[in-house]
């Protein structure tokens, strides 16, 4: 069974930086899309950023110059790297590989003023 666990959030002052780390359980080459998506309270969750297997990446205009996406396969990881965090940046985090819609559990990621 494939499993998605991320980790690496927590509280940070506003222009702060964070680094997000999702492990796939098994072989993250079986996901030829990985995304990080977010959650505020009473929000849809929104894609933040996706990759694909070829490393191209794409990025939610509110993150673009601020956030980067990678991928290391051979750690089955994929990571978001947070710079210039603001408080509006405050969600759960997800990660998400397709094909098959796989979700992690999500890590709280929470900027302060």
């Known amino acids: 069974q494939v499993q998605l666990v991320e980790s690496g959030g927590g509280l940070v002052q506003a222009g702060g930086s964070l680094r997000l780390s999702c492990v796939v359980s098994?072989?993250?080459?079986?996901?030829?899309?990985m995304g990080w998506y977010r959650q505020a309270p009473g929000k849809q969750r929104d894609l933040v950023a996706g990759?694909?297997?070829?490393?191209?990446?794409n990025y939610a205009d509110s993150v673009k110059g601020r956030f980067t996406i990678s991928r290391e396969n051979a750690k089955n990881t994929v990571y978001l790297q947070m710079n210039s965090l603001k408080p509006e940046d405050t969600a759960v985090y997800y990660c998400?590989?397709?094909?098959?819609?796989?979700w992690g559990q999500g890590t709280q990621v929470t900027v302060s003023s």
């Open positions: 098994g072989n993250i080459i079986r996901f030829s899309t």
């Open positions: 998400k590989g397709n094909p098959g819609g796989y």
């Open positions: 990759i694909t297997s070829g490393g191209s990446t």
